[in-house]
């Protein structure tokens, strides 16, 4: 046995002893069983803050196992890991083609909601895998894993790549890592001392943090760079100490992504910045005769607070050629060393309890907004437009939230529910640009716009109703599609209702409701077959947030009589 593998074959004895269950392996192949079934639960150790106790239910390797060893959903980094592990006890071999190409038809199967002849390792995680694949937030890892340090190969990766583009299409879901021996034996290596220290940290302009005269840290400008080299080097072991863990592409992480590559000159004056404890702080003597610049190490260091901009900066600089040049963040950075020991835990906490402003909050300053309010007033209709409030009785109050949805996804354009689709944030970025302006403007009326919002919220318990009683591509479509569902039944009510002249009578809400119920089944079954004509390969949740498909499928849909209402339900054909 190669002497690495040998080293790390003990480790995983180490972690998982009496924790793999083996009672569907003959004896004989028990010890190999249990070494690639560690593996991969050790895959999702590297990925995770997870402890072996957290992850043991997550093996589905066995018969019908669709080529994936095991099964992961971190509800709080928002990531479902899928993991295919090798074996090699010579620490010779890696992943086969055709181990691949199994690998890559599971992961197919899992993503169209397909468990027809899985396992029941797979059944008992169902319900976890069925919650990721329908979260709008949730990513895709898949990990393939194996104990030598043979390249995986071309073939492999082009063929692996391929599906992972084409499941993308052009807004990341899922991606791909190769991990091998090598990568395996310095994480195991490194787990055996989770301290990170952070050496020969330059900061400029710089300032000291002073409690009862004493020195308890320092504060300045950090080059973006370091911190994505930090992100490279120890990933979410960055976050030891923090309540919670880089999320990925969410509206907050994309804004952060969009002024680094636009305006990295003021990030700096954007952000705020990022806090760091540690054990113990030093400081170097270079650079002790002013506060230009001063170098600090760090002992035991975690970031407490600013895991998503830590996050972005870090895969977004792994994903350009270029560095990105002057941009600075603002770091603090804390000894622990001469603070009580609950200070650590209190600074996290209160950190990270303060509130978030996101890009809805600045409608309080369009002047319509107010407007708005006051003629749903007239109406006898309470609108809340500024965060905080709580709608107790929706008959007769809706939200800014309520509006954009229902407003934004009845517009002709049915790019805009794409965009609610994607990422709801963007509507709010520019209130004096589209598509915000299409939706809060003067032609809509507030019988229009209340119209609209009780079609969608008769829309979402009906759409709802259906989920809980359908599964596999039925429910993935109703689920990644309901933006433009709503913006089907809305554009065919306000033909036959002519939303904007009156608002709608209680007869009419009930047979708007017989009509969504009946018609809805029929519909998603057409968007079924059109998905499996035109975008076989594509996971829904990306076909209804790209524009261009969702207009597509729209107009496929219209080209059918499955959009046209009986006279006998009272309206028009």
Known sequence: MNIQVNRVAGKLKELFADKIDLSDVQENDEEISFLSRSLALYGILMKTESSPEDITDSITDGFHDYGIDAVYCDDDQKVMYLVQSKWSSEGKH????????????????????????????????????????????????????????????????????KFIDDVNDGIEIISFEVVKLKDVYQSLADKTNLSISLDNICLQDYGV??????????????????????????????????????????????????????????????????????????????????????????ENASIVNGAQTTGTIGELIKSIENSIENAFILVQIISLESLSEDMNDKITKYSNTQNRIENKDFVSLDPFQKKLQQDFSMDGIEYYYKSGYEIKNTDNSCSVDDVAIAVGCGLTDVSVAATIKNNYGKIFEKINKSPYTDIFCTKNNTSYIWNCVQIYRIFEEANVSYQKNNSSLRRLISVHGNRLLLHTFINIFNESFSLSSNFLSEDDLNQIKQIIMSKLPSIIEELIRIKLDKFPDAYPANIFKNGNRCNQMFEDLKSTNVLSITSEQGVLV
């Not at 979260?135 to 492999?156: G, H, P, V």
């Open 209 to 298: 943090l002073e409690q009862n005269e004493n020195e308890i840290g320092y504060y300045g400008k950090l080059s973006v760079g370091t911190i994505a080299e930090w992100w490279i080097q120890h990933g979410t072991a960055l976050f030891s100490k923090n309540i919670r863990y880089y999320k990925g592409n969410t509206e907050v992480n994309s804004g952060i992504k969009t002024v680094l590559l636009n305006e990295p000159e003021n990030f700096l004056l954007y952000n705020n910045g990022i806090k760091i404890v540690a054990d113990k702080i030093s400081k170097a003597p270079i650079g002790a005769n002013g506060r230009k610049f001063g170098m600090f190490s760090l």
């Open 94 to 161: 890696s992943i086969s083609q055709g181990d691949t190409s199994s690998f890559i038809q599971g992961i197919g199967k899992i993503l169209s909601n397909d468990f027809e002849g899985v396992n029941d390792k797979f059944n008992h995680l169902k319900t976890s895998i069925e919650n990721a694949i329908s979260s709008t937030d949730y990513r895709i890892k898949a990990i393939i894993i194996y104990t030598s340090n043979q390249a995986f190969s071309n073939e492999c990766s082009e063929v692996m790549q």
